[in-house]
């Protein structure tokens, strides 16, 4: 496996990232079958692991942590914060308070004294990024973060929060960990070039759109429960969607390439893409990754795929993981009554 340097950390990463979101409830819940996963994806050359404190409430943490008994110094580990891990309002977001608390609880959970890379989940409006950059400041000193990251940051809070770094001297983000696939091609429009611009890594997640490029969700076809369950009725049945796959497929048919190996090599060809994350939850989808871990796509591919999904843009409009407050909060874009009213 031919390793990439993470953006200019000067780490070294296999070209496929292993996501442990499907390792615990969520997914697969046994536990050592789980660990036999991570350690064929390890023997398989992949160095790069991803999980997050929420994936399963801790529990992937968990399963991680005993995968790498042994192992912890030849893989390139990286975990988040930012979502809710209970009830609790301050046990959450990406305050100095919380990140202080959350990295301690990852790193028992992961049975490390460090991560290699620290990111913050979502943006959090609630927080000045000074707050927050301060406080991953301190991990990265205390020598328990080696390096911190972004994910799914808008192109605009990414430069903010580059800015606030400079301008305050403290750590800046690495590395942004953005949805990407051939459905979802929004961020070639601004968040790649202003990585690229800023020297950053980039791990992409979902590359086969949460199952849906596997090939195995055509039009007229009954959808399986678990992966509706997770993303969603809707994500499988639109036709907008289904309309990118059923030319999809013929193409991969005609070049030979499973839909999941087109699908992977399409993501990880992008000049600005560092790693795409896979998230298997049985040995038999993680050995079918892997096999598609040589395939690279030739230009005449690569433009039959723009034609059918067009650069920069998502098949569904506005079908991104993280919606600003600026568009989900009714308060934020309309006038209030009195206002309008007076005009």
Known sequence: MRYRTLGRTGIQVSPYCLGTMMFGAMGNT???????????????????????????????????????????????????????????????????????????????????????????????PATDIEETLSALSDLIHSGKVRAV???????????????????????????????????????????????????????????????????RYRKGQEIGTHRSQLHGQQHFADERKLDVVEQLVPLAEQAGLAMTHLALAFAIAHPGVTSAIIGPRTTQQLDDLLAGAGVSLDDDILNRIDEIAPPGTDVVPYDVAYTPPAVSDVSLRRRPVTERSAA
């Open 149 to 215: 990251g972004s994910s799914t940051f808008p192109a605009s809070e990414i430069v903010e929060a580059q800015w606030a770094a400079e301008r305050r001297g403290y750590e800046r983000f690495r590395t942004e960990q953005p949805t990407y696939s051939i459905v979802n091609r929004s961020i070639e429009r601004e968040v790649l070039p202003v990585c690229r611009r800023y020297g950053m890594g980039t791990l992409v997640w979902s590359p086969l759109a949460q199952g849906l490029l596997t090939g």
């Open 30 to 124: 046994d536990h050592d079958d789980s660990v036999r996963i991570i350690h064929r994806a390890l023997d398989a050359g992949i160095n790069f692991v991803d999980t997050a404190d929420a994936y399963s409430r801790g529990e992937s943490e968990v399963i991680v942590g005993k995968a790498l008994e042994g192992r912890r110094d030849d893989v390139v580990l990286a975990s988040k914060a930012f979502l809710p891990m209970s009830g609790d309002p301050n046990h959450r977001g990406s305050s100095r308070r919380w990140i202080v608390t959350a990295v301690e609880n990852s790193l028992r959970r992961l049975r490390t004294d460090h991560l290699d890379l620290y990111q913050v989940h979502r943006p959090d």
